[in-house]
């Protein structure tokens, strides 16, 4: 199978634009190279209304209404699958708040279920965004994260930190209340310990709205190969000065034929193993919409969806041609309301069981276990840096 792929709202690591809340990446797939089989089509459909390409930002509504149901044709033809992507950049701000603070490979005050049981990092992000994360701190922690000097990406850190314990008893319970205060203050007396800084440019791009979405497309691809039962061949993504090359060796990495026998990875309390190895045995360039109808296609449905999310209208003939659409995508949403609506469907079942007394005491006895290792690593970590600064005067006296 081929892919085609393209995306708007592009802001790079501008993340706060008030005007581009949303990020979208759209894939368009088929079983056979469209840009080989269908360029005449395409090239003859976008000569009716008189452009050498079809471009929808040039075309409008009105051009793309007067050949919808021609490009209609062509891809019922195609039989392809589509996926669609939806990011919210907001939300995306939330979740590195948490990873960059509060993940318990480097914040030894944290609980270890705290983060790395997904309900529990899940609650947390949502209390945090709604109780403690101001507008300002979310655009702190970003500097932080994308900041070009570890000195600098430090000092970011120190302040968000200090930032949030202003905030922190607006949340709603004492347990909340607790937990995030410990992490928090041992974040501004421990900054050492945690990695916010990314020494290459390439690298530091990795925490875009891009990206994250590009990680989820090889995600969604690989997944539609699996379905159809058929090997993708090459990826097509429209052309990313910036992201070009991370993009690139992203591919590179998780495509490698090595991987095929990885175990796959085991979150805590997941039923579903993570693939180490995505999109085998593709490759993966990059083109212009001008060279390649497929992005001529995924250009022009991407931009008619976005209208659509937005409340704006579009025509009856494109209208049918986004339901048929549609139909056939397959769907990810990065978001408050969709991770929010998929992890209470997911966690209902335990968030409502009835816990028999053996298991409420095997629990605490967890709990408390893992709250002696707690204290163990800080009382561990704290000798050691303390050890440290022994050494460091012994050896400047």
């Not at 005449?40 to 149901?69: F, T």
């Not at 095997?362 to 970590?381: C, F, I, P, V």
Request: aromatic share 10%.
């Amino acid at each position: 199978m081929w892919a085609y792929v393209d995306e708007t709202g592009n802001t790079g690591n501008n993340l706060f634009d008030p005007e581009q809340p949303l990020f979208i990446t759209a894939a368009f797939m088929t079983k056979s190279n469209f840009d080989l089989v269908e360029r005449a089509s395409i090239a003859a459909i976008a000569k009716k209304v008189d452009s050498a390409a079809l471009h929808a930002n040039v075309l409008g509504v009105a051009r793309i209404e007067e050949i919808a149901a021609d490009l209609h044709k062509v891809l019922k033809r195609a039989d392809p699958r589509f996926f669609l992507s939806r990011l919210e950049k907001l939300y995306l701000s939330a979740t590195k708040v948490v990873d960059t603070f509060f993940d318990q490979g480097e914040n030894h005050a944290v609980p270890w279920h705290v983060y790395w049981l997904r309900p529990m990092r899940l609650m947390l992000t949502f209390k945090l965004a709604k109780f403690v994360i101001t507008e300002d701190i979310a655009q702190t922690v970003w500097k932080c994260v994308t900041a070009k000097s570890e000195a600098t990406s430090k000092a970011f850190f120190v302040e968000a930190a200090k930032a949030m314990l202003e905030h922190v008893d607006n949340l709603p319970d004492a347990r909340s209340r607790q937990v995030v205060r410990e992490a928090l203050e041992w974040a501004v007396a421990n900054p050492e310990n945690f990695s916010t800084y990314l020494s290459e440019k390439a690298l530091r791009y990795t925490h875009s709205p891009n990206f994250v979405a590009f990680t989820n497309l090889l995600d969604g691809l690989d997944d539609a190969s699996t379905r159809w039962k058929r090997p993708l061949r090459e990826i097509v993504h429209d052309k990313q000065a910036e992201l070009e090359k991370t993009f690139a060796s992203w591919h590179a990495t998780v495509s490698k034929p090595e991987l095929a026998d990885a175990e796959p990875l085991h979150w805590p309390g997941e039923a579903e193993p993570i693939k180490v190895q995505k999109v085998s045995g593709s490759t993966f360039r990059t083109s212009t919409e001008d060279d390649s109808p497929g992005l001529q296609v995924v250009d022009v449905l991407l931009w008619s969806f976005k209208r659509v999310f937005e409340g704006k209208d579009v025509g009856q003939n494109t209208a049918k041609l986004l339901n048929w659409a549609s139909k056939r995508t397959y769907q990810h949403d990065f978001s408050f309301q969709g991770v929010g609506e998929s992890a209470e469907a997911a966690f209902h079942r335990i968030m409502n069981a009835d816990l028999p007394d053996k298991a409420i005491t095997e629990s605490k006895d967890m709990l408390e276990n893992y709250e002696q290792n707690r204290r163990k690593h800080m009382t561990a970590y704290a000798d050691a840096k303390a050890g440290k600064l022994i050494d460091s005067v012994a050896k400047d006296s």
